[in-house]
């Protein structure tokens, strides 16, 4: 079994506590009974000269000592007030003893020592029958002339001084136990308190922190070098707390840095499958690819031809693979060799290059093919990849093109000046036609036959109907060649909305349609022609008249926008700003507009629908026309720096969806000088 600390140190301090009392008990024991059997000695001394003297003086007077009487009595009084001392013997100089206070001591032992002086011995004498130990003490009597006769003993027992000493020994040994008793208590104490009590402190926090709680703080102590200790050790588990937060901190970074490898590694090996299998792809597309493939290494040799590059050029793999790039290129018959070495140059450096080129076959055929060239990596070497597509039958196709979009171009010339012709041809027959016509009906018609005069009525209708389709085809024509000349003045474009409405006015209420006005009273005047806005606005609105069928709504609104816009004057990217717009929407209920007509609604002679479905009449649904006043309309809003589009979800005649041009105009189609404030407007 272990002994703890606090066991030793009690243990320890017994020890040296019983030692250095028992030690300092027994110094003092012998010191008193030196001190005891000294002072008893000079009383036997004293006494001894005392009976000396009186012997001495009776001597003096010629008495001889053998014959003095009283002196054992003399002794016995000598003795009696002291009873430590046992005996008071007279001897003679030879040591035979002449007088004693008590005849048990006249067998006094011969052998003592005599001597002239005081003399000091331990004898043995027998009393009783037992041998006792004597201190003893002899003093020389001597005659007037100094010669010793006798001697005087006076002596104690040994048994007196021992029983003194033990006396002594019972009193220290319990004073020596009471003593030992307070100063272990008083070491017990201390050691408790100022010693086990912070080491345990100590030792709890030290045995916390080895159990891995470095947060833990040793409290403060009394003891100063104990509570150094302590502030030290919490200093300790600091750097422990530190260090393990730092161990911690490094071990989660080198998890997470394995998991980061582990991923990398799994990343690494997917991506090396990836690119075998990527390589395999390669080659087995590269094989059967519908171009011709050639890759040339950086030596600018043919490296790999696929199968297809060998139908395309003629000449097999073995023929190409190894020659150099100048040498393939003289091979295939191909002009201007410097021009197609650089663009192979600029490929390897990274540029991808595509150009149009010319060769002969090995069969001597000419092909044209489009060359697609780019730098390619294999590993760490890097390649360039030319890729021959066949566009001789493309190109065969454009020039065919080409040829058939001058013909339409010259042909559409010829449809212009025929237009421009047959409306000039035809504008003064029928101004005769017209003239007539209203003669007859108006200042004649009293003598003419009413079935005559009804003929001559629908003949002035048919002829106003023609007289509208050569204005048309005049306007048309005028917006084409760009002759078509402006008048701009300020418009205030609610009003002229109002004014195209009133004009239209007879056929809404003939059709039966609703028209709903929806005008921003707040939007500024435009510089603008009235007339041709006017022209734009019949249009429009004639247009939706004729596709909205009986009973249906059109809704006209106006409205202020600001758009990012590059107006006239503005060229290029850097000119679109931000400019105020005066937006006119004109929604209808009809039978909408296909996505597809949508697209080719604003070009000259194109009709929505099917063709066969119109009526004749003007206003009539579906009425035919002749397809003219839609391009009329975008040229109008063009010429005004403005946009027109139409939107509508599709052609339905029986779900009836509708449709709504849009109509953008700026507030100056020339960006002159405007006194238009326009954050009066956004207000």
């Known amino acids: 079994m272990k002994m703890t600390l606090e066991r030793r140190i009690i243990l320890f301090s017994f020890l040296i506590l019983f030692l250095t009392i028992s030690a300092s008990a027994g110094l003092d024991i012998m010191a008193v009974k030196t001190d005891y059997v000294d002072s008893l000695n000079l009383r036997t001394q004293s006494l001894a000269r005392a009976v000396k003297g009186n012997i001495e003086k009776v001597l003096n007077l010629g008495v001889d000592l053998k014959d003095m009487s009283g002196v054992s009595d003399k002794c016995r009084e000598t003795i009696e007030g002291n009873p430590d001392i046992a005996y008071c013997v007279i001897t003679d100089q030879h040591g035979e003893p002449l007088h004693a206070n008590d005849p048990r001591f006249l067998a006094f032992p011969r052998t003592a020592v005599q001597s002239l002086s005081v003399f000091r011995s331990q004898l043995a004498i027998r009393v009783d029958g037992r041998e006792l130990r004597f201190y003893d003490t002899s003093v020389p009597i001597v005659m007037p002339e100094g010669r010793p006769v006798a001697f005087v003993h006076v002596g104690f027992q040994e048994s007196v001084v021992t029983g003194k000493v033990w006396g002594m020994i019972y009193r220290t040994a319990s004073l020596l136990f009471l003593s030992l008793v307070v100063a272990f208590s008083l070491v017990v104490f201390f050691v408790k308190k100022y010693v086990m009590r912070p080491i345990s402190t100590l030792l709890s926090g030290v045995k916390q922190i080895s159990e891995g709680a470095f947060d833990t703080q040793i409290g403060e102590v009394q003891v100063f070098e104990f509570n150094e200790l302590a502030r030290n050790v919490n200093i300790m588990s600091q750097f422990l707390q530190n260090r393990d937060t730092e161990i911690k901190k490094n071990y989660e970074d080198m998890q997470h840095t394995l998991v980061e490898l582990h991923d990398s590694y799994s990343r690494l090996e997917s991506l090396s499958a990836d690119l075998e299998r990527s390589e395999e792809l390669y080659k087995r597309l590269m094989e059967d690819s519908s171009d011709a493939i050639v890759v040339l290494g950086a030596e600018d040799s043919v490296r790999m031809v696929n199968k297809m590059a060998e139908e395309f050029f003629g000449y097999s793999a073995k023929e190409l693979i190894g020659l150099p790039l100048t040498k393939m290129l003289l091979l295939l018959n191909i002009s201007n060799i410097p ?248 929604t209808d209920t009809g039978i909408g507009i296909d996505r597809e007509d949508q697209l080719r609604i604003f070009d000259k002679f194109y009709e929505v629908g099917n063709i066969q479905e119109h009526s004749s009449g003007k206003v009539a649904f579906k009425a035919k026309g002749a397809g003219l006043g839609l391009s009329i309309a975008k040229g109008i809003v063009d010429m005004h720096g403005g946009e027109i589009w139409v939107e509508s979800t599709g052609y339905s005649p029986e779900r009836m969806p509708g449709s709504t041009f849009h109509i953008l105009l700026p507030l100056n189609p020339n960006l002159g000088d405007s006194t238009v404030d326009y954050t009066k407007l956004l207000g």
């Open 339 to 586: 021009k197609f070495q650089r663009i192979f140059k600029d490929a390897a450096a990274g540029a991808h290059v595509a150009q149009e080129m010319q060769l002969v076959k090995k069969g001597g055929g000419v092909m044209v093919a489009m060359l697609h060239a780019t730098r390619i990596r294999s590993g760490s070497e890097e390649l360039v990849q030319a890729i021959f597509r066949d566009v001789t039958r493309e190109r065969e196709i454009i020039v065919n093109l080409e040829k058939s979009s001058a013909d339409l171009a010259r042909l559409n010339r010829m449809k212009d000046s025929f237009l421009g012709l047959a409306s000039h041809e035809l504008k003064t027959p029928l101004t005769i036609i017209m003239g007539y016509s209203e003669l007859i009906c108006t200042d004649m018609a009293d003598k003419v036959d009413k079935t005559v005069l009804e003929m001559v009525l629908n003949i002035a209708n048919a002829a106003s109907r023609l007289d509208n389709i050569i204005k048309d085809m005049v306007d048309v024509s005028m917006i084409d060649e760009k002759r078509l000349q402006l008048k701009m003045e300020d418009v205030q474009l609610n009003r002229l909305i109002e004014g195209a409405v009133n004009e239209l006015r007879f056929f809404f209420s003939m059709r039966k349609q609703e028209v709903v006005l929806t005008l921003d009273e707040s939007i500024p005047s435009i510089r603008g022609d009235a007339l041709r806005l006017m022209q734009l606005l019949s249009n429009i609105l004639g247009n939706a008249i004729k596709f909205t069928p009986d009973g249906g709504k059109i809704t006209v609104s106006s409205s202020a926008k600001y758009l990012l816009r590059g107006l006239p004057g503005n060229q290029g990217a850097t000119g679109k700003e931000h400019h105020l717009f005066l937006e006119i929407a004109v």
